[in-house]
């Protein structure tokens, strides 16, 4: 791996072990910068924005453990890598240290060729994820690029339509106005959600690409899942105006997942289910307790997928778009597969052309907090 460029600051307040450590990193090629405290190098920190810190533990003004917080605390710096050098041998630094986030624990003293490997060994671990981290949104950036100029200009069409129509025509009766009013919210609704699945989407891909937020992401729960599920269903069903279709059952459950992303992940598995399926056709959801899981099935008696098209599913994909004229961006089982993936669950799709399609949502259970229903 090359060194060019790659800038690495030190901070101990030993001045011989700094000028030791300085001396094997530039030998090799790297560019060294010192500090002999915490509150010294979060200074260094903020103007040089180095590739990676190599940092003591006990310092007088601010030791390592509070100067790794303070860069965890902000985002940029929350993910340069982190390294601790430190003559404390015990499990208990050791955990200390790696549950705030360092990359490696070195113990002094530490030889020139150990220094070097644990350096060059996290320097390619960060270029291999910012590399995949490109990578992602650079498919990102392609798949918007290719699907929301479409997607956007289907909605506009009649919403821009309808509201020509409006101004032009000079007899329209109230009834004619009425509905195309209506014509144009529907439009502006489904752009409305076009969008918000559009943006949503992209957050999730930017968070499965951060450690730290995606840690924080899976503290948060749902105490009555079920609740969450009856309410969605039935204004899916009432949205839908297919009311006596919905079959619903449930048992108490607790997710390990917000109220927020649960009622996102659910709208958009059970809005497909009831999308794709005629009128007249029962649309089951059931939630289930067990092993450790909460379980969400919906199953409908619609078209469905075949072996190829299950493979294929993905973000901005649509099926059989000019047999069937889908509406919207087709981002509605993405969505709903990778808020599970985020959380620790996953989402498994079961289709038959002509038959229907289950899908099955898996989440980790959460324990009910005390107080809760």
């Known amino acids: 791996m090359t060194t060019a460029k790659i800038h690495i600051l030190i901070v101990d307040d030993d001045e011989m072990i700094r000028t030791a450590i300085a001396a094997i990193l530039e030998g090799t090629g790297y560019e060294v910068e010192e500090a002999e405290n915490g509150l010294q190098g979060l200074e260094r920190v903020a103007v040089s924005k180095p590739d990676l810190i190599i940092c003591d533990v006990n310092m007088a003004k601010m030791d390592g453990y509070e100067m790794l917080e303070q860069l965890q605390q902000d985002p940029a710096t929350a993910m340069i890598p982190f390294l601790f050098l430190t003559g404390y041998a015990d499990h208990q630094h050791f955990r200390r240290g790696m549950k705030l986030g360092a990359d490696d624990y070195l113990l002094k003293p530490i030889t020139h060729d150990e220094l070097l490997g644990a350096v060059e060994k996290r320097l390619q671990k960060q270029a291999a994820f910012l590399a995949s981290t490109k ?15 479409h997607e956007l200009r289907t909605p506009l069409h009649g919403i821009l339509g309808f509201c020509n129509l409006l101004l032009e025509e000079k007899n329209l009766s109230p009834e004619d106005v009425a509905d195309f009013a209506t014509r144009i919210q529907k439009s502006a609704e489904r752009l409305q959600r076009l969008i918000e699945n559009f943006l949503i989407y992209a957050q999730l891909e930017l968070l499965a690409s951060d450690q730290t937020q995606l840690e924080a992401l899976r503290k948060a729960q749902t105490d ?5 599920v009856e309410v969605v269903a ?16 449930s048992q108490p459950a607790a997710a390990q997942i917000s109220p927020e992303y649960l009622t996102r992940l659910v709208e958009e598995t059970i809005d ?11 649309v089951h959801v059931t939630l289930r307790a067990s092993e450790g899981n909460c379980r969400l ?10 072996a190829e098209q299950l493979r294929e599913i993905g973000a901005y994909m649509q099926f059989n778009r000019k047999m069937f004229e889908q509406q ?18 996953n989402a498994k799709i079961e289709s ?3 038959t229907g399609t289950t899908v099955t949502v898996t989440l980790p259970l959460a324990s009910r907090r005390p107080g809760a229903a």
Do not use: C, W
């Not at 990102?140 to 690029?145: E, F, K, T, V």
């Not at 009555?224 to 969450?228: E, H, P, Q, T």
């Open 135 to 149: 990578r992602k949104m650079d498919e990102l950036r392609a798949s918007i690029s290719l699907a929301l100029p």
């Open 224 to 228: 009555d899942v079920g609740k969450v």
């Open 234 to 249: 039935k204004q899916k069903a009432l949205h839908y105006q297919r009311v006596n279709d919905l079959r619903f059952q």
């Open 272 to 282: 497909n289910a009831f999308k794709f399926s005629a009128r007249g056709t029962p």
């Open 297 to 306: 099935a919906v199953t409908d008696q619609g078209r469905g997928m075949t």
């Open 328 to 345: 919207g961006s087709g981002l509605g089982l993405s969505i709903a597969r990778r808020l599970a993936e985020l959380h620790g669950g």
């Open 352 to 354: 038959t052309v002509g």
